[in-house]
């Protein structure tokens, strides 16, 4: 049966130095039945230093990794940075990737891409004359320039040989912020030919598509409602969740994008919606990928995500949600067999 890999956020702890404080905490993540941690690989002014270390710290516990990276703008912290076009994005990502290879990760999660406002209706400027990654027009983009984008990574995945290992997170503030950019980049992108096709070749055929990390959270609030109530919501879904290659299994409500206790029958309608969604897409994932393991990160953080003053501590959320949905997601699958 498909292994369930339960993979422990670092969102909001402290390593230490040479990660002396996750040397500590990591056999703890071990005993509560943890396979591996999720990790940004920025630091707060450069990458996270010592990578081997903190690759040996993971070792020594059987940890597996899977790391955090970004096409541009790490943290999303002070002023958004003006003018920053696909090409930058591309060459940023570039340089993510390389320095994530280092952690010999078992999935590398980028949030990645632009916000989207719409096809351009510029009509001064020919597509035949204009390329797309060098556009200067503006610091947001077409979901044209999204998709040149995004065929652009799956080149750099292959000549780094993350082919397949690579998932883009549905996150606000990116190309795959709301369920309806989402669902037409990957419509658009799995038509795309990889140059590096003899580097793919002893990869299925499913992994060309463009894989991402399901945060539907995001989605939610970005459209301010569960996707369960129309006939469109639910079409969407359905083209987007064969493409979720790893789960940000994170509770959100239509106004906020994490649920400050989901054992709190307030959120009963939310909870209800998500563990359907994400049952569906783990069961999915095992019809469609036979011998690989489901990842999920029950990706809880500090405030402002988590309510100040909220009853119940982010951590505590995170490990008592891994532990639910990590028998959730078990029954779901043996009673699928």
Not at 223 to 241: A, M, V
Not at 245 to 259: E, P
Not at 309 to 316: C, F, K, L, P
């Amino acid at each position: 049966m498909t292994e369930i890999l339960r993979i422990r956020a670092t969102w909001g702890v402290d390593g230490g130095k040479n990660y002396e404080n996750f040397a500590r905490w990591f056999p703890e993540l071990k005993a509560r039945g943890y396979a591996g941690i999720e990790i940004n690989v920025n630091g707060e002014s450069d990458f996270l230093p010592d990578l081997p270390v903190l690759r040996k710290v993971c070792d020594d516990n059987g940890l597996e990794i899977v790391v955090q990276v970004v096409s541009h703008w790490p943290h999303a912290a002070g002023p958004r940075p003006a003018g920053l076009q696909p090409q930058q994005h591309v060459e940023y990502y570039r340089k993510q990737l390389e320095k994530a290879k280092e952690l010999r990760p078992l999935k590398i999660n980028a949030q990645s891409g632009a916000y989207v406002y719409s096809n351009s209706k510029d009509k001064s400027v020919s597509a035949n004359d204009v390329d797309i990654l060098t556009s200067k027009y503006r610091d947001y983009w077409t979901l044209e320039e999204s998709v040149q984008f995004y065929k652009a990574t799956i080149e750099i995945d292959a000549e780094l040989g993350l082919a397949g290992k690579v998932v883009h997170e549905t996150h606000r503030n990116r190309s795959l912020f709301t369920p309806y950019a989402t669902a037409h980049i990957i419509r658009e992108v799995p038509k795309y030919e990889c140059r590096h096709l003899v580097v793919l070749r002893h990869i299925a055929k499913h992994q060309y598509r463009l894989r991402i990390t399901g945060d539907f959270s995001h989605h939610v609030v970005c459209c301010e409602r569960l996707l369960d109530l129309g006939e469109e919501d639910k079409q969407l879904l359905t083209e987007i969740i064969p493409h979720v290659s790893h789960i940000h299994a994170r509770i959100g409500t239509t106004q906020g994008s994490q649920c400050p206790d989901p054992s709190d029958p307030t959120f009963v309608a939310e909870k209800t919606f998500f563990d359907k969604l994400w049952t569906r897409i783990v069961r999915d994932w095992s019809k469609n990928n036979p011998g690989a393991p489901v990842t999920f990160t029950p990706e809880y953080g500090p405030y402002p995500y988590h309510a100040y003053n909220a009853v119940r501590d982010y951590s505590e959320v995170a490990d008592t949600e891994g532990a639910r949905l990590q028998n959730l997601f078990q029954a779901a699958l043996t009673s699928a067999n």
